[in-house]
């Protein structure tokens, strides 16, 4: 860790990652230096994963790679605006609640924030689509996993992923992990040179928050402790 890092690190409590990480839908164009990357990589490294297996991979992109990247999918988005097909559901078939209302409502609160209208389909897409600019990210971070392993595998390959994105506050910045890129699974896979044997999970777009953003304004819901937890056994 170089002493720079150090320098400019911003001390923070887990607890502050965690409850200032959201996710940013636009972002300031402002370079990030290539040894911030590497501090977020290196400690993010540290995370769990059973069997100390390590199944994750990151490629990242920034400057010249990203903007021929971003290019190449402007294109293709003209004559397949819904993508390649994906290799896995990112949702399961048939959704059901509470997952589906959550999923619905998170929707609505995210509109309401560019007051794009319910019923302004076109409107939607376009923001969506903005999901295949990185939402103006100076930096993309794609995280794959090899074919062979499990859900288990990839439950580790989400907990670097969590790291990352808390790290990443450490300096200042922000991210938002982006399935979005699953449809676009091919032209990722052949940009990156990937190994046959990985399999694309995730994107992530990383770089400052856009303060006065209108969309950077959602806070999203979490359900009660009581929906998701049950505690046992202790004394009060
Ligand atoms: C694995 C994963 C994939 C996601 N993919 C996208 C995406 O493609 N586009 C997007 O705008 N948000 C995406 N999100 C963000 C979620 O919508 C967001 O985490 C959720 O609504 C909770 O909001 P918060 O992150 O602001 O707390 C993704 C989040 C995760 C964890």
């Not at 690190?9 to 959201?22: E, G, K, N, Q």
């Not at 990985?198 to 777009?205: I, N, Q, T």
Request: charged content about 25%; aromatic content about 10%; hydrophobic content about 45%.
């Amino acid at each position: 860790m170089g002493s720079e890092f150090i320098r400019t690190r911003i001390a923070m409590l887990v607890s502050a990652a965690i409850d200032s990480r959201m996710s940013c839908r636009a972002f300031l164009d402002t370079r990030i230096p290539k040894a911030t990357l590497v501090a977020i990589l290196e400690v993010a490294k540290r995370a769990p994963s059973g069997g100390n297996l390590q199944p994750w991979r990151v490629d990242v992109l920034t400057g010249e790679p990203l903007a021929k990247f971003v290019a190449i999918i402007r294109d293709k988005l003209r004559a397949q605006p819904t993508g390649e097909g994906s290799e896995y559901n990112v949702y399961p078939p048939n959704l059901h609640d509470p997952y589906r209302s959550r999923r619905y409502k998170c929707g609505e609160d995210l509109y309401a924030t560019i007051a794009i209208d319910r019923a302004d389909k076109a409107a939607r897409v376009r923001q969506f689509a903005l999901n295949y600019q990185f939402f103006g990210a100076p930096v993309a971070l794609f995280f794959s996993v090899d074919r062979r392993m499990g859900v288990d595998q990839w439950a580790d390959v989400g907990m670097f992923m969590q790291n990352v994105m808390l790290l990443a506050r450490e300096h200042g910045l922000h991210t938002c992990a982006q399935e979005a890129w699953a449809v676009w699974y091919k032209t990722v896979g052949e940009y990156l040179q990937l190994p046959a044997d990985h399999m694309l999970f995730c994107g992530m777009a990383l770089g400052y928050r856009d303060e006065s953003a209108p969309i950077n304004t959602l806070r999203t819901d979490r359900a009660a402790l009581q929906e998701f937890a049950t505690l046992r056994g202790f004394e009060d």
